[in-house]
T-cell receptor, first 116, second 114 residues
């Protein structure tokens, strides 16, 4: 079974609109972390936001917020007031607490295109 | 501050040749990772290392060899390159002092195996 599922291969969104990128995960751990990364066309991986499984509040970083629904195992990224520079691939990733096993598991990504 | 660097950035090789991709980080991070990125698969872990002289397999280790004699370097070797190893390779590092600490990625190496 996929540990991280991103069901939207591509999305087109009008500039200035909000956008939600979906991510569901599968783990039996009680303690885990969820990350979102942005990969622009230049190729680098840019860390955006983190949510811990025990965090009671949704994480926010500027225009980015994470809609964390633990019971549904969902960690959707919300980008408010989208900009042309938001066009990129977005990856959701999970870190599970197998101590000494500090790996990230990535989803297949969503390509977001912002339309002027 | 150099951060994490990869070399070469682009490489073309032929089937059967040995290729080594270099990764260097200046933060003295304990953990280092190698991923490959292919369309439709996201990033998949090849090998990782928790410290110098400690390495372990990831999801897709076949055909690859790693070593880590120094904390700052983590080379990835394709012993006999195959066309299926054409990919973008990312090196990453992290200290994991805090659980929420991210991995920091290098710029990537684009490898084409003919």
């Amino acid at each position: 079974a996929q540990k991280i599922t991103q069901t939207q291969p591509g999305m087109f969104v009008q500039e200035k609109e909000a956008v939600t990128l979906d991510c569901t995960y599968d783990t039996s751990d009680q303690s885990y972390g969820l990350f979102w990364y942005k990969q622009p066309s230049s190729g680098e991986m840019i860390f955006l936001i983190y949510q811990g499984s025990y965090d009671e509040q949704n994480a926010t970083e500027g225009r980015y917020s994470l809609n964390f629904q633990k019971a549904r195992k969902s960690a959707n990224l919300v980008i408010s007031a989208s900009q042309l520079g938001d066009s990129a691939m977005y990856f959701c990733a999970m870190r599970e607490t197998n101590f000494g096993n500090e790996k990230l598991t990535f989803g297949t990504g969503t390509r977001l295109t912002i339309i002027p | 501050d150099a951060g994490i660097t990869q070399s070469p950035r682009y490489k073309i090789t032929e089937t059967g040749r040995q290729v080594t991709l270099m990764c260097h980080q200046t933060w003295s991070h304990s953990y280092m990772f190698w991923y490959r990125q292919d369309l439709g698969h996201g990033l998949r872990l090849i090998y990782y290392s928790a410290a110098a002289d400690i390495t372990d397999k990831g999801e897709v280790p076949d055909g690859y060899v790693v070593s880590r004699s120094k904390t700052e370097n983590f080379p990835l070797t394709l012993e006999s390159a195959t066309r299926s190893q054409t990919s973008v390779y990312f090196c990453a590092s992290s200290d994991y002092r805090d659980f929420e600490e991210t991995q920091y990625f290098g710029p990537g190496t684009r490898l084409l195996v003919l």
